[in-house]
């Protein structure tokens, strides 16, 4: 298997895995602050960023498989894991799975439950452009500035349009509401006050449930707050890392 991974700085590792059409790229803030103090690891997930012409996966089985990949052929021990929307479910599922491989994980605008609106799944057969549109205007808070969303929706545009859809498809079978009370791996967990795709409460429900998780709420931030509030998530991963 071919593995798509950049890594950056030393020090405390860190894999950051990005959400449904995303990309590796998406961390880029995160990147150029954290990787003067720990080494970032950031990675396509198949069927994105690099490997766009790729096959993505419609269950997350498939990318939780290709990040085991990834920690193994980096040669890593333990690490830290950060994941975005899908790439939170991903860890999340990671953390129940594999708890062993984890020192703590970091939980961003995600939920133990996906809920995907049907209109996103069907629009992206019907027209790609229009949907991802769609998709842009939902997941920014609207006091982002407008060249933020413009550039969020150019670099999903990238990603083709059966591998988004996987994706959000994966999404919608994503469900961890009886078991996330079962995660012991440290956690913490973000979110924008101004999320409509995962709502603030979803990420309360993670907080109650994973015992001696931290909660921090980034205020004017939507879905996309690493891009949308870089300085206030860059600081609360630092922050956090730190405490441990």
């Given amino acids: 298997m071919n593995i798509h991974a950049e890594r950056y700085g030393k020090g405390e590792k860190i894999i950051f895995i990005h959400g449904a059409g995303g990309n590796a790229r998406s961390w880029y803030f995160q990147k150029e602050y954290l990787k003067a103090s720990m080494e970032v690891i950031l990675i396509d997930l198949p069927g994105h960023g690099n490997d766009a012409e790729g096959t993505g996966c419609d269950t997350l089985e498939g990318y939780i498989k290709y990040v085991h990949e990834v ?9 830290y894991i950060a994941g975005h929307s899908m790439g939170g479910a991903i860890a999340m ?9 984890l020192k703590g994980m970091i939980l961003i605008t995600t939920g133990a439950k996906l809920r995907v609106f049907p209109e996103i799944l069907e629009g992206l057969k019907r027209d790609k452009e229009r949907a991802v549109r769609d998709i842009m205007d939902l997941a920014f808070s609207k006091k982002a500035p407008a ?9 999903m545009m990238k990603c083709k349009a059966e591998v988004i859809h996987g994706d959000f498809f994966a999404c919608e079978g994503f469900n961890l509401m009886d078991s996330v009370n079962k995660i012991k791996t440290p956690a913490l967990i973000i979110c924008g006050n101004d999320d409509i795709l995962t709502p603030p409460k979803y ?34 991963i630092r922050e956090w890392i730190a405490s441990r």
Avoid: W
């Avoid at 920690?71 to 690490?79: A, M, V």
């Fill in 71 to 79: 920690i193994r052929e980096l040669g890593i021990d333990k690490c």
């Fill in 93 to 101: 599922s990671f953390a129940l799975s594999s708890p062993d491989m």
């Fill in 147 to 155: 060249a933020l969303k413009e550039n969020g929706f150019k670099d």
């Fill in 203 to 236: 990420s309360g429900y993670l907080h109650k449930q994973i015992e001696g998780s931290v909660l921090v709420t980034i205020e004017d931030a939507g879905h996309m707050a690493t891009l949308e509030k870089p300085n206030e998530v860059n600081k609360a």
